[in-house]
């Protein structure tokens, strides 16, 4: 037996952790320890740096680096001799990778997974970078010259390692502390939507070059601006984003979902991962293009991701896992690629010639895998319509999406029987979160009860194992432990669900959920000196810095976030104490919003809606009446994205009175379903005609699916 698999017989202090990242490395030969007081205890006793390494379970450079680095008997000997080696899942510590991510972009000027950072015994960082092989290779420094040259500098330049953290640390203050201003006017909408227009891509879609991510929180405001302004451009840039994506290799066009980003800018070869918040957001991005436009292209994607969830992402007991893996056999993409071979031998004649004309199919193959061997795999895209291919095919259009149906059953079946990428089954309340409202938006506009029944079992789940007595969160649960202290996505996110499931259903006790999570997190979150929300409760984080940030990033920003909760809930319940929250918040990142409006487009939209004529529509009647049933379904069907909706039930009236007063003598009209405008304050007449009150609120109906 060699020394590597003398090595890799052994196990490190990571085998006892629940993170199915750290559990990746608990057999590596470098001597990791789980983030936490015995490492640094460590680190002070031996005088030793920290080598912090943080990742996550589906990031294909992080398994990169494993096998050149931390699977290799000589870097691992140095790096346990010169350090105290620690990895973080920065999914489980969000709290942390955030911190350090933005120490590597101030002295590198990118960052990404995994994330390399050296620092003192405290936890000040100073040196950061990402990716680093075995061997100095192309002008990017190789572990085995990384870190002896770590070493000397912490046992001979050790004064200079000090000063470069103390400068770190004092930046890091600036950068992640905003400065409050004045309250941003409606000037700032205009800018961020004309920031926008200069990032678009107007050939391929999308904003800025490769690599290319789906930002659904720009396809929000995009749509929100378009419904506010009348604004035909902000329309045309968000569909055709979505038109993009939907037909690019970026979409799993046989078993559906999106994967993380695109390595190029025409949506073709992605970074093969599938991650739980992609889903969730671009679900409800789709959806809520479905309800702008009425067209079925859009509410079909929705309805495929949920499909994808659904089957494959689904725990058992009703909350959703984290993400798939980019690799499989070792091979980037490997699960998703088809050679022209593979189609014809799983398809009949006609199934495949189909399948290979609408998803480009090609004998060359489309795609190389890393290993720099010849591929003739193919990333399936659509460079064309589904009408336009059976136009070329002399098909209809119908006899092709029939051909096409059972093309994909048999695909994905066959697929279904190759090694699958590796599943992270953590569940986090934040993302979970994402992905229950966009199961209620679905729910709502699709009048579709599956996915109301699936949001609810999963905030049902969520509220069992992941709140504890004293109403607070945590985190991540896994093989039946919840743990790690809630952030502020937590609770925003997850209120976000909640709002969402209370429009969708009426089940008042999502409603009272929903506030009693905002109260929990005012309590513990609410920065009352500057405004607005920190990530985790004060005094909390890695290092003496309170984190507190606006800006979009793969999720919208929890304040964003928090934000649009608080409005809603404010103008359902009319408290007006959350809306001065909502203000607040806006005040304290106004500063930094008039730099970069754009990368604050959940904020932006937040505070339009705050600017905005409030709008409630309260019905009241019987909810198993057929006149009930149809008011609702209408209202939901829209695209309505400031206005809410409240429902006061012709009998058991009080709990939702008295979390909504107002609502107290709002009955019906002659026993048939009311409903009740109200708009800035003032309550129309009540109507039993949904015309009316469609016609009240400016929303045409779209049609029934």
């Known amino acids: 037996m060699n020394e590597r698999n003398r090595s890799e017989e052994k196990v490190n202090r990571l085998i006892g952790e629940k993170s199915p990242y750290l559990q990746q490395h608990a057999r590596n030969p470098v001597d990791w320890y789980p983030w936490g007081n015995e490492a640094f205890l460590k680190a002070t006793a031996e005088d030793k740096p920290i080598f912090l390494s943080i990742g996550y379970s589906t990031c294909h450079w992080c398994h990169v680096m494993e096998r050149e680095s ?38 590198t000027g990118g960052g990404g997974w995994p994330l390399t950072v050296i620092m003192t015994p405290d936890r000040k960082p100073f040196f950061a970078g990402t990716y680093f092989p075995r061997e100095s290779r192309f002008g990017r420094t190789g572990m085995l010259e990384l870190v002896p040259r770590m070493e000397d500098v912490w046992k001979n330049r050790r004064s200079e390692a000090d000063h470069t953290a103390n400068e770190i640390i004092a930046a890091l203050e600036d950068l992640l502390t905003p400065v409050p201003g004045g309250t941003p006017g409606s000037e700032t909408v205009e800018m961020t939507y004309q920031d926008l227009c200069r990032q678009y891509d107007s050939r391929f879609g999308g904003f800025g070059r490769a690599p290319k991510f789906p930002l659904p929180g720009n396809i929000f405001f995009l749509l929100r601006h378009w419904r506010r302004a009348g604004e035909e451009r902000a329309l045309q840039m968000a569909e055709r984003t979505l038109q993009a994506m939907s037909m690019g290799g970026i979409y799993d066009q046989i078993g559906f979902g999106f994967h993380r980003y695109s390595t190029d800018e025409m949506w073709l070869v992605p970074h093969f991962e599938k991650m739980l918040y992609d889903q969730a957001l671009l679900a409800m991005a789709f959806t809520e293009a479905y309800q702008a436009t009425g067209k079925d292209e859009y509410g079909r994607t929705a309805e495929e991701i949920f499909t994808y969830i659904l089957r494959d992402m689904s725990h058992a007991e009703g909350g959703f896992y984290s993400a798939e893996d980019a690799d499989s056999e ?17 398809l009949e004649r006609e199934e495949a010639q189909a399948v290979r004309e609408l998803f480009r199919i090609r004998e060359g193959g489309n795609h190389s895998p890393e290993t720099g061997q010849p591929s003739q795999g193919n990333i399936l895209h659509r460079g064309e319509s589904l009408a336009e291919t059976a136009d070329r095919l002399g098909m209809e259009a119908d006899e092709l999406t029939k051909t096409v149906s059972r093309a994909r059953e048999k695909l994905l079946e066959a697929r279904d029987r190759r090694i699958r990428p590796s599943l992270d089954d953590k569940i986090l309340t934040d993302w979970n979160g994402l992905m229950l409202a966009a199961l209620a938006k679905g729910a709502s506009a699709f009048s579709e009860p599956r996915y109301a029944r699936a949001a609810e079992r999963a905030a049902d789940f969520l509220l069992l194992h992941l709140r504890q007595e004293n109403g607070r969160l945590f985190h991540r649960y896994r093989e039946g432990e919840a743990a790690v202290q809630g952030n502020l996505d937590d609770y925003s996110f997850l209120t976000w669900g909640l709002i969402e499931l209370y429009q969708a259903t009426f089940e008042v006790r999502y409603l009272q959920e929903s506030l009693a999570l905002t109260e929990a997190c005012l309590s513990l979150l609410w920065d009352d000196g500057e405004g607005g929300f920190f990530f985790t409760a004060k005094g909390s984080g890695p290092l003496s810095i309170d984190l507190k940030t606006g800006t979009d990033g793969a ?23 959350f809306e001065d929250k909502v203000a607040r918040i806006a005040r304290a990142f106004s500063t930094e919003i008039r ?50 909706l409240v429902f006061v039930p012709a009998t058991d009236r009080q709990p939702i009175v008295d979390l909504a007063p107002y609502t107290g003598d709002m009955t019906t009209l002659g026993d048939r379903a009311t409903a009740y405008v109200c708009r800035d304050f003032i309550c129309r007449s009540p109507t039993t005609d949904i015309d009316v009150v469609m016609e009240t609120i400016g929303v045409p109906e779209r049609p029934s699916r």
Not at 331 to 342: D, M, R
Not at 556 to 565: D, H, Q, T
């Open 70 to 107: 931390f699977e290799d008997p000589e870097v691992a000997r140095r790096m346990n001799e010169a350090f105290v080696c620690i990895k973080v899942d920065r999914e489980e510590r969000p709290d942390i990778d955030q911190v350090y991510m933005a120490v590597c972009q101030l002295l």
């Open 330 to 346: 070792g091979v980037e993409g490997k699960f998703y690629t088809w050679t022209a071979a593979e189609v014809d031998a799983v």
């Open 555 to 577: 999720t919208p920003s929890g304040n964003a976030v928090s934000a649009m909760n608080l409005l809603r809930l404010s103008r359902m319940t009319a408290n007006p104490i």
């Open 595 to 644: 730099h970069h409006p754009s990368a604050f487009a959940t904020l932006v939209s937040a505070m339009a809606a705050a600017g905005d004529a409030a709008t409630e529509v309260v019905i009241t009647g019987d909810p198993a009446a057929g006149d009930t049933r149809e008011m609702s379904r209408r209202l939901r069907s829209a695209f309505l994205p400031d206005t809410v």
